[in-house]
C-alpha cells in the first residue's frame, strides 16, 4: 500500500467522540454513566421545523438546488442578519453549507496559504488546530486565561500578528468556557484586523444562547464585506445537530470562489433541510426560549455543585451550556481526573486539554441533561475524591 498524504497524519480527532466510545463501553458492561462529553442539545428539534422537513419530502423537495443555497433561506438569513447583527448583507454575500464545520473548513483554506499563520484561542474548539496543521498552515494559539474570565485578549492577539498572520478565528460565546467577549474586545480585534490586513472569523454558532450578556458581532464593522466572515448554524439554537445545516456571510468574492468549492467537494446542502432551516428562523421561538430557560437552570446547578466539591473551582459561563472547572487543586492532570471520573464516578466529562494544551488544569461539562442528573453526578464526584 502506498503512503497516504501527509495532511492526514496532521488532523486531530475530537476528545468528545473519544470519551464517549468509552464511556458506551463501560455501559455495556453494566456500568451506569452520567454522560457529560457531548455538546449537544437534549431538546428535540422543535415540531414546526420536523414538519417543514416532512413536508417538503412529501413535496418531492428532494433534489439538487443551488450550490449556494435557495434564496427563501437566504433571505431569511438576511432578515436574521439584520435583527441580531444590525446590517443586512445582500444574497450573495451569503453561503448555505452542511453544518457549520464545513465552513470553518471552507475559511480557512480559502483565506490561507501553507506557511501562513493562523490565530486562534486555546483552549478552542479543535477543528481550528486540526485543519491549521492540515492545510499547512502555522497554528498561533492563543492562551485563554482564568483572570481575564476566559475571554479572547485583542492585547494578546496584537502580540502574536505578523506579516504572514492572514486569519483571526474568534468563538464567542464559546466552546469550551462559555466565555462571552466584550463588544469593546471584539471591537478592537476588528481593528487588529484592518490594520494587518487579514481576515477574521466570527464562529458564532452560539449566538443566540446567552444568559445575562448582550450578543454582539464584530462583523457589524465591516457589514461582512471586506475581511470579517460570519459563521452560524441551527445545530444548537433549535437542535438540529443531525438535520446538518449552517451559513457563512462573508465578502462576495470569497463567498463566489467557496461556493464553487462546495460545488467541487459537495454539490450542494440538503434541500428539504433548507426548507426545515426557513421554518427554524422564521417560525415560533418558544422552544428556543424554554430550551436557555432550563439551560439556566442546570448552569446554575453544575456551576453551584462543582464549587462545593473541595480543590475545585467554577467561574459561571455567560453563554452556549459549558462548565470549565479548575480541577489544578486536585494534583491530578487533565486527562487524570477526566478518566479518574469516569472510572471512579461513572461520570463521562473531556480533559481541558481536548482543546489545546491552555486546557490543563481543567475540566469541561455539557450540562445538556436535567438538574437531577447533574446533582446525581455532583454526589458521585464529591464522593470519588473523598
Known amino acids: 500500500m502506498k503512503n497516504i498524504a501527509d495532511g492526514m497524519y496532521q488532523i486531530l480527532g475530537e476528545g468528545a467522540f473519544a470519551v464517549l466510545a468509552k464511556a458506551q463501553a463501560l455501559e455495556r458492561e453494566g456500568k451506569k454513566i452520567l454522560h457529560f462529553e457531548i455538546g449537544q442539545p437534549d431538546f428535540p428539534t422543535p415540531q414546526h421545523v420536523k414538519e417543514a422537513g416532512k413536508a417538503a419530502i412529501d413535496e418531492n423537495f428532494t433534489g439538487y438546488v443551488a450550490a449556494d443555497g435557495i434564496l427563501e433561506l437566504k433571505a431569511a438569513i438576511q432578515d436574521e442578519i439584520e435583527v441580531t447583527r444590525g446590517y443586512r448583507p445582500s444574497t450573495n454575500q451569503i453561503l448555505i453549507l452542511p453544518g457549520a464545520k464545513p465552513g470553518i473548513y471552507f475559511t480557512m483554506i480559502g483565506t490561507t496559504n501553507p506557511g501562513e499563520e493562523i490565530i486562534y484561542p486555546d483552549p478552542g474548539f479543535p477543528t481550528y488546530e486540526s485543519v491549521t496543521k492540515y492545510i499547512g498552515a502555522t497554528p498561533v494559539p492563543i492562551p485563554l486565561k482564568e483572570e481575564n ?180 487543586k486536585t494534583g491530578m492532570t487533565s486527562q487524570e481526573a477526566a478518566d479518574h471520573l469516569l472510572h471512579n464516578a461513572g461520570v463521562a466529562c473531556l480533559p481541558g486539554t481536548a482543546f489545546g494544551s491552555c486546557g490543563e488544569g481543567y475540566l469541561r461539562f455539557s450540562y445538556a441533561t436535567s438538574v437531577e442528573t447533574i446533582n446525581h453526578a455532583i454526589e458521585r464526584i464529591k464522593e470519588s475524591f473523598q
Open 149 to 328: 474570565e476566559f475571554r479572547l485578549n485583542p492585547e494578546d492577539i496584537a502580540q502574536k500578528i505578523t506579516p504572514k498572520t492572514k486569519l483571526i478565528i474568534l468563538n464567542s460565546p464559546q466552546n469550551p468556557t462559555g466565555s462571552v467577549m466584550t463588544k469593546e474586545e471584539l471591537l478592537k480585534i476588528a481593528e487588529l484586523s484592518e490594520e494587518n490586513n487579514c481576515f477574521v472569523l466570527a464562529d458564532e454558532i452560539y449566538s443566540k444562547m446567552l444568559y445575562d450578556e448582550e450578543f454582539y458581532s464584530m462583523t457589524v464593522r465591516d457589514e461582512a464585506k471586506e475581511r470579517s466572515i460570519l459563521l452560524d448554524g441551527f445545530s444548537k439554537s433549535y437542535s438540529m445537530t443531525g438535520w446538518r445545516l449552517g451559513y457563512l456571510v462573508g465578502p462576495k468574492m470569497l463567498i463566489e470562489k467557496l461556493g464553487i468549492l462546495l460545488i467541487n467537494s459537495i454539490s450542494c446542502t440538503t434541500s428539504f433541510v433548507q426548507r426545515a432551516g426557513i421554518a427554524a428562523l422564521k417560525g415560533n421561538q418558544d422552544d428556543l426560549f424554554n430550551m436557555m430557560k432550563a439551560f439556566r437552570k442546570r448552569r446554575d446547578a453544575i456551576v453551584k455543585g462543582l464549587n462545593e466539591i473541595p480543590n475545585i473551582s467554577c467561574l459561571t459561563p455567560q453563554g452556549a451550556f459549558y462548565a470549565f472547572p479548575n480541577i489544578i
